[in-house]
Nanobody, 121 residues
Framework: QVQLVESGGGLVQPGGSLRLSCAASGSIFSINVMGWYRQAPGNERELVATITSGGYTVYVDSVKGRFTISRDNAKNSVYLQMNSLKPEDTAVYYC???????????????WGQGTQVTVSS
């Protein structure tokens, strides 16, 4: 069993900052990719940012220069520093990992429960 626990969401004014955290626990052999996705009401879930075990990062264009993803491999944790937040960043943010539970296991996607981020004055 693999669990992802997210924290750090909340209400912030436009231009403000938030830091999301996600810790993975359970039967994990290795984590290939860690990332954040978001889903606003009426929209599909979209990728925000991902980071590989080697530190290679990918961002959706709308957050480049404002958001920074990072990870702590020793803690099986991933973080999302969000600066210069805009109302259009309002969404439920989900942590995602692509992880193996054993040496011979295929990688599997796991999701957190989601944390609400609301950007409003």
């Amino acid at each position: 069993q693999v669990q992802l626990v997210e924290s750090g969401g909340g209400l912030v004014q436009p231009g403000g900052s938030l830091r999301l955290s996600c810790a993975a626990s359970g039967s994990i052999f290795s984590i290939n990719v860690m990332g954040w996705y978001r889903q606003a009401p009426g929209n599909e879930r979209e990728l925000v940012a991902t980071i590989t075990s080697g530190g290679y990062t990918v961002y959706v264009d709308s957050v480049k220069g404002r958001f920074t993803i990072s990870r702590d491999n020793a803690k099986n944790s991933v973080y999302l520093q969000m600066n210069s937040l805009k109302p259009e960043d309002t969404a439920v943010y989900y942590c995602n990992i692509l992880a193996r539970r054993g040496f011979a296991s295929s990688p599997v996607n796991y999701w957190g429960q989601g944390t609400q981020v609301t950007v409003s004055s």
